[in-house]
């Protein structure tokens, strides 16, 4: 009588077939890197929490600019990791930097590269499309999704 041979697939299901899932467990973000997510992870909040400038410039009403070079008058300066309490209407900008909260009544951002200011007046030497440079509240993700999937396996990305 010969021996009796097994497909790989056969094989790779019969030794399978011994193993356990193991339970899960909780480790350390720097000990997660390669280990296999047990459930899915869900988003506690959304990213960026509201409409930000994706460049340094001035927040401005796109509709304002329909013919370049156009003046604005400069109503405030928002860094980073502040806002601007007013509201922007039409004639007006604010100046702004990357990852500040959009103002109130803004819809645009002019990229400082297309500007000039002297004083309190912005001079914008190229016109905008409303939305332009706004990275949208919950762009990258937002509350309540999945952003990590079950049986995923952790990358340093992730």
Same mark, same amino acid.
């Given at each position: 009588? /010969?021996?009796?041979?097994?497909? +790989? @697939?056969?094989?790779?299901?019969?030794?399978?077939?011994? %193993? #356990?899932?193991?339970?899960? @467990?909780?480790?350390?973000?720097?000990?997660?890197? =390669?280990?296999?997510?047990? @459930?899915?992870?869900?988003?506690?909040?959304?990213?960026?929490?509201?409409?930000?400038?994706?460049?340094?410039?001035?927040? +401005?009403?796109?509709?304002?600019?329909?013919?370049?070079?156009?003046?604005?008058?400069?109503?405030?300066?928002?860094?980073?990791?502040?806002?601007?309490?007013?509201?922007?209407?039409?004639?007006?900008?604010?100046?702004? %930097?990357?990852?500040?909260?959009?103002?109130? =009544?803004?819809?645009?951002?002019?990229?400082?590269?297309?500007?000039?200011?002297?004083?309190?007046?912005?001079? +914008?030497? #190229? /016109?905008?499309? @409303?939305?332009?440079?706004?990275?949208?509240?919950?762009?990258?993700? #937002?509350? =309540?999704?999945?952003?990590?999937?079950?049986?995923? +396996?952790?990358?340093?990305?992730?």
């Amino acid at each position: 009588m /010969g021996k009796l041979m097994l497909s +790989v @697939e056969e094989a790779v299901t019969r030794i399978a077939s011994s %193993f #356990k899932l193991l339970p899960p @467990e909780q480790v350390s973000l720097a000990s997660a890197h =390669g280990r296999v997510l047990a @459930e899915n992870l869900i988003s506690l909040r959304s990213h960026p929490a509201v409409d930000v400038s994706s460049m340094d410039g001035y927040a +401005v009403i796109a509709s304002d600019i329909k013919k370049t070079p156009f003046d604005l008058k400069v109503v405030g300066y928002v860094p980073a990791g502040d806002s601007y309490q007013g509201t922007i209407i039409t004639g007006q900008a604010c100046r702004i %930097f990357t990852g500040a909260p959009i103002p109130t =009544g803004a819809n645009a951002i002019v990229i400082q590269e297309n500007t000039k200011e002297y004083g309190n007046t912005v001079t +914008v030497r #190229k /016109g905008v499309k @409303e939305g332009q440079y706004i990275r949208r509240a919950g762009m990258d993700f #937002k509350y =309540g999704e999945v952003g990590l999937f079950e049986g995923q +396996v952790l990358s340093a990305r992730d």
